[in-house]
């Protein structure tokens, strides 16, 4: 029952999973659990961000719709060369769409209201856009092995420059603290525009990309090896589930085991462990959805997250364009006056995913979709 040669239904299905959490399911799980009394439980905290070092659920969501969108390349480039495009084409096609991300990741983040010089220029599509652009070059342009070459000295070089520089302008303070880290203070001197986190970081910095350039390669090569092994679904399954846990040991090895030298899991910094055990933990997630939708066939369930997973980008920058959350209490403000109001706010913020999903089934329905 696999599809390799068509569009895998696991990917756009993982992808919508990924971004219902970005459509409301994280605040909406927080308003549940403040309404229960539980705001500082375990459960609550994993639908927020780590503030510095740590892991989280919710510091998992990016780098899976990154992990992701190196899954499909393989695909699409394959599709793009037998079409008869050159590998330069198939370059100047995916910089094009670097260049659109970035773009939508600075009108996402205001820059229209507020203009260059105020806007924060690292951004979420942005680091998307060049973090994958920078993989689909080594991809089309270097062999298989020196990929993970390429991959491993990322990783590794990124650790020790981490590790033994501090920032100059504060030497007294530790290299991968957030005021010592030599990251943040890149940031500092080379980025236009304002800072994430004021006179310290920017949460998507310009040598924190480098690691994420290893999260989309680590995607490429799961789509690739997807796509050309000879092997049953199952045995590939078997293989990523393989693979996953050994990216998580390392990177847990990075994290706790070299004592003063290691690197704490930090999405902020995109540490290199964060890289490998969210690398890890995305690779089993894809083994999952691959394993139950194109291997075995179960795909009716599917559609739900499918809706939002084939126009991801469009959801992400409607949010911040349409009021959805208006919508949701036009029609819901009246029901929640009936409610004690903690519940009534789960009302809404479930009203605003139903709002999202509706507005995408829209889109579905017309065969409308927005193709960066």
Sequence with gaps: METENKRLMSLDALRGADMLFITGLSSLMIAICHALGCDGSWFAQQFHHVQWNG??????????????????????CAKSLERGLTRGRVARKAFRRALTLFAFGLIY??????????????????????????????????????RVALAVALLVGYWAVMASLVAP??????????EGNISGYLDRILLPGKLTVPELYSNQGILSTLPAVVTALLGMFTGDYVRMSCASGGRKVAVLLAAAACLALA???????????????????WSTSFTLVVGGYSAAMFALFYWVIDVKGYRKWTFFFRVIGMNSITIYMAQ???????????????A????????????IQAGYIVVCWLFLLFLYRKNVFLKV
């Design 320 to 334: 911040k364009i349409i009021p959805f959350r208006s919508i949701s209490a036009f029609f819901l403000e009246g």
């Design 169 to 178: 302008d504060h030497p007294d303070a530790l290299s991968l603290s957030p």
């Design 109 to 146: 983040n205001g820059v229209l209201k507020v203009g260059f010089g105020d806007v924060v220029w690292g951004s979420v599509l942005g680091r998307i856009g060049i973090a994958w652009f920078c993989a689909a070059l080594a991809y089309l342009y270097l062999p298989g092995k020196a």
């Design 336 to 347: 929640g006056t009936h409610l004690p109001s903690v519940w009534a706010a789960v009302l």
């Design 55 to 76: 892991l989280h659920f919710q510091d998992t969501i990016f780098p899976l719709f990154l992990f992701l969108a190196g899954v499909s390349f393989p695909f699409s």
């Design 251 to 269: 990177g847990l090895l990075v994290a706790f085991g070299f004592g003063a030298g290691s690197m704490p899991l930090n999405k902020i910094l």
